[in-house]
């Protein structure tokens, strides 16, 4: 991989806990790999006052907590290392006054480090700043490539729904250009789903094969094993609508969908999952019902231990009506999927941590073995594990050893963890790299987010302005409401109901 130019890291909100899991222990496994350029520094910002050394102390446990590669041999005295390329400075974000000063002490560290006046600005903050910060960092020239490069990594969610998601577009864009604006959805640095890009278009088994002729429906889950936790008051601001399937299932979705690029570069992918997702035929606000199900979890016992339902979380409203769960159904209105369902479903409190991605076949034309095949479904699947348990699996049709032609499915299946001699980078890992680079393939572009608000607004509307709409209950640890089996179109099928491992998964289920 190739190294990136010499650059400062600047990451405001560095005192939260972001930056303490995730950020900081991602740019050193970076640095431990020798992926970062020889003159390189993060300036941490925040309003916490921090002297240098306290930062470096707090950042090192973080490290050691969290880092991917801080167990390696000898990797205590690459932490030492790391952390003295780190330094703080503390600011009231909020108050362009302090802008000036800040950006004095930015200089003036970028020349002593000479690292060519190169900066990225990380907002790792609230929301509410993420209009602010760029406003004033431009006011002060910090958005002007003249001398270097200057990009800026923001952190959804962007907007809460189309109106504020425009604002917040038009607003970055009165400060920065668009190449300079890096939206990061951690979902896009996880390898498996850059793979589904490999896994299309590399080969020849694949690519003709997926289109409405041969595709009878597309399957995509996303489901967390735990509820929301301490994280009430935040969730019911958000809901599963907005906290997933807006943002992380509906990019999957565009990269299972797209049209092959005309070249393996950021505009041309990102141009062909926009196409996708602008093509994603309207819900109306009257049909809402119709399409989409939505689901709250309500107390149950879960291997003999009482678990709570979501409306005794702390910080949820009693009589809540924020969705935990939510499944859909949609169509793609072009050439390649007319008429072939996508469905998508994500919710907390199911019964294990998994997200994939299946592609159903059609059944063969002429189903001559029917009567020979009580245990196989008639159709093949290909999944597409994004996590745990990284990999592929195809399921087809044998027969069974013996007299006749009894026919039973079976799994062809490869995982990740096989590659055992090749690291696989963690997704913050990834994608900082790729900013760091000027790559901003797996960064969302503003007008894909604004298509996928646009896709979602009749939705959320219908939820607002028909209380009739219900929120149907299901016990935690359970997958969901039975309701959502009457978004497929046929009667014999259903969800499929994955478990932690990949393959195996006819014979037992880890949960």
């Known amino acids: 991989m190739k190294k990136p130019k010499n650059h400062i890291l600047v990451i405001f909100g560095a005192s939260g806990d972001l930056t303490y899991r995730k950020l900081v222990p991602a740019v050193f496994d970076l640095y431990n790999k020798d992926l970062l350029p020889e003159k390189f520094a993060i300036l941490g910002v925040g309003r916490t006052e921090f002297a240098d050394d306290e930062f470096r102390t707090k950042m ?3 490290i050691q907590e969290f880092a991917n590669t801080s167990k390696e041999k000898g990797c205590e005295k690459n932490i030492e290392s790391f952390t003295n390329k780190l330094y703080y400075y503390s600011l009231n974000t909020k108050e362009e006054a302090e802008y000036k000063d800040f950006k004095h002490h930015l200089f003036q560290l970028d020349e002593k480090l000479k690292t060519d006046h190169n900066f990225i600005f ?7 700043l993420y209009t ?9 020239g910090l958005n002007i490539e003249d001398d270097g490069f200057r990009r800026v990594i923001i952190e959804k969610p962007f907007g809460y729904d189309l109106q504020s998601a425009q604002a917040l577009n038009a607003s970055l864009l009165q400060n920065f250009a668009e190449d300079q604006l890096y939206r990061i959805d951690h979902y896009l640095g996880k390898e498996t789903v850059q793979n589904l890009l490999v896994t299309r278009f590399s080969n020849g088994i694949f690519e003709p094969l997926w289109n409405r002729n041969y595709v009878s429906h597309v399957e995509i889950t996303s489901a967390e094993s735990i509820g929301v936790g301490n994280r009430g008051g935040y969730y019911e ?4 609508l907005r906290d997933m399937l807006q943002n992380h299932l509906l990019l999957l979705a565009s990269i299972i969908g797209m049209e092959p690029p005309a070249l393996i570069n950021s505009n041309s992918i990102r141009n062909e999952m926009v196409k996708v997702l602008q093509s994603i035929r309207p819900i109306k606000e009257e049909d809402v019902e119709k399409h989409v199900v939505r689901g709250q979890y309500v107390p149950s016992t879960i291997k003999g231990v009482k678990v709570k339902g979501y409306r005794d979380e702390k910080g949820v409203d009693p009589e809540s009506r924020t969705e935990t769960y939510v499944a859909m159904k949609f169509f793609i209105d072009n050439m390649r999927w007319a008429d072939v369902p996508f469905l998508i479903r994500t919710g907390k409190s199911l019964p294990t941590r998994v997200t994939e991605v299946v592609i159903h076949f059609k059944h063969t034309p002429h189903h001559l073995f029917s009567e020979h095949s009580t245990i196989m479904q008639q159709h093949n699947q290909l999944v ?3 996590q745990p348990d990284e990999g592929l699996l195809l399921k087809f049709g044998m027969k069974v050893p013996g007299s006749g032609f009894n026919v039973q499915n079976v ?3 490869f995982h990740y963890s096989e590659l055992s001699d090749d690291y696989l980078p963690g997704a913050y890992e990834r994608l900082l790299h790729d900013c760091m680079l000027g790559d901003a393939t797996l960064y969302s572009r503003g007008d894909a987010v604004e298509a996928a608000w646009k896709f979602v607004e009749p939705i959320q509307k219908a939820w607002v302005n028909n209380p009739d709409i219900p929120v149907h209950g299901y016990p935690a640890g359970t997958w969901g409401p039975d309701i959502a089996d009457s978004l497929f179109e ?15 998964d006819g014979n037992y289920c880890e949960l």
């Open 237 to 240: 601001g958000s809901g599963a």
């Open 60 to 62: 090192k446990e973080g």
């Open 384 to 386: 597409i594990r994004i």
């Open 122 to 128: 990380y907002l790792a903050t609230p929301p509410s």
């Open 490 to 504: 046929d009667e014999h099928l259903s969800w499929r109901y994955p478990c932690k491992n990949l393959a195996n």
């Open 411 to 413: 799994n062809m299946d």
């Open 132 to 140: 602010i910060i760029p406003e004033y960092l431009a006011k002060q």
